[in-house]
Structures are given as structure tokens and as C-alpha cells.
């Protein structure tokens, strides 16, 4: 039971130009939000979470944007930049799993220079 | 470096032989957390402590898995028996206590292959 979907496996991006990054979640229990940046053979680093109270957080280049009536979370990244290419996980978790976090499958996001 | 450390990074072993991982934590954060992640695949719970003491199992943690956490600083994680299906890499993750967001740290990550 995939409860947080990221249905684009990769996109490919020019350098300086926006991605975007998608994910649907189908628990409408989940109160908090986080995107994850995944190199290879690496384990994923944190990158920017979202509060369910919110509806947008930034940081930098990076900002997350919540739409809870639609279950749909993206993340912006502009500009983008060669070394922002890697795999970007979604993930969700909410006060009554305790605490597990649903993981998407990542999308695999190429910044060409 | 005062973030989350795993090891050994990378394990081969032979079908049927026991392996075990280590996680240190990062030092102030109380919870700590295992996950399994396969190609293609976001990283998938097995199981959580909060301090010394084991909370959430997944059904994922067959009978051959045990965790421990025994003085609620770092933690193993045991494979008995491995199969090729434990072929995987096997993360690390720790935390505050919930207040702060919750947000998990992972590690490097232990790379399994099963020959």
C-alpha cells in the first residue's frame, strides 16, 4: 500500500531553469512533510519539511508547497544547478503512526549544463 | 563529524551466514530508526527505538532481523540466515524527540549483497 506517490521516476532540467518535483500521499492523517536528496550508494540528506499547518516553506533555492485538499506536495528548486542532479525522495508521517515515515520512490531529477 | 555513522559501509556474504550492522546516532537525538531500501525504491521502515526500547516493529522485520539499542546510544541490527532477498541497502536514521518537526537523519548507509 504506497501511501506516498512520486509518479515521475526523472525529469531532466536545464541549468538555471526551474524543476519541479510532484508527490500525492492518500493519508489524509499525514501532518508533516519532507524531501530528501539521494546520491548514489549515499544515504538521503535532508533537505526542507512542511508543517501541514503551512502551505509553503522555503529555504534558499528550495521551496516545498503543500496543497492538503488535493494531497499534493512539490518541490521547486530555482535556479537549478548541475549538483542538485540526484534522487529526490517525498516523505510523509503524522502523530498517530508514532513514528514511521512514508517514502515515495523518488524521482530522478538531471540538471543538464 | 557529528552526524549519523554506519558501518561497515559494504558486506558480502554468502547465503546463510549471520551479518550485523552498526548505527551511532547523532549524540542529543533519543530516537533511532532502521530502514531497508532496494533499486528503485524509496526507503522502506523496519523498526524504531526511542531510547533503549524497541516501539514499532514492521512486518517487514521477519523472525531472521533482531535490533538492538541496548543502552539507548547505538544500535545493531542482526541478520541471521541472510537470503538473497536481504540483498539491500540498510540505513540508519536518527531524531529528536517530536517537537521539533520530527525530522530523521540518516546515515551512510550499509550496502548488503547475498552471494
Not at chain 1, 79 to 95: K, R, T
Request: glycine share 8%.
Amino acid at each position: 500500500d504506497q501511501q506516498v506517490k512520486q509518479n515521475s521516476p526523472s525529469l531532466s532540467v536545464q541549468e538555471g531553469r526551474i524543476s519541479i518535483l510532484n508527490c500525492d500521499y492518500t493519508n489524509s492523517m499525514f501532518d508533516y512533510f519532507l524531501w530528501y536528496k539521494k546520491y548514489p550508494a549515499e544515504g538521503p540528506t535532508f533537505l526542507i519539511s512542511i508543517s501541514s499547518i503551512k502551505d509553503k516553506n522555503e529555504d534558499g533555492r528550495f521551496t516545498v508547497f503543500l496543497n492538503k485538499s488535493a494531497k499534493h506536495l512539490s518541490l521547486h528548486i530555482v535556479p537549478s544547478q548541475p549538483g542538485d542532479s540526484a534522487v529526490y525522495f517525498c516523505a510523509a508521517s503524522h502523530l498517530n503512526t508514532g513514528n514511521q515515515f512514508y517514502f515515495g520512490t523518488g524521482t530522478s531529477l538531471t540538471v543538464i549544463p | 563529524d557529528t552526524g549519523v555513522s554506519q558501518n561497515p559501509r559494504h558486506k558480502i556474504t554468502k547465503r546463510g551466514q549471520n551479518v550485523t550492522f552498526r548505527c551511532d546516532p547523532i549524540s542529543e537525538h533519543n530516537r533511532l530508526y532502521w530502514y531497508r531500501q532496494t533499486l528503485g525504491q524509496g526507503p522502506e521502515f523496519l523498526t524504531y527505538f526511542q531510547n533503549e526500547a524497541q516501539l514499532e516493529k514492521s512486518r517487514l522485520l521477519s523472525d531472521r532481523f533482531s535490533a538492538e539499542r541496548p543502552k539507548g546510544s547505538f544500535s545493531t541490527l542482526e541478520i541471521q540466515r541472510t537470503e538473497q532477498g536481504d540483498s539491500a541497502m540498510y540505513l540508519c536514521a536518527s531524531s529528536r524527540e517530536r517537537g521539533s518537526g520530527n525530522t530523521i537523519y540518516f546515515g551512510e548507509g550499509s550496502w548488503l549483497t547475498v552471494v
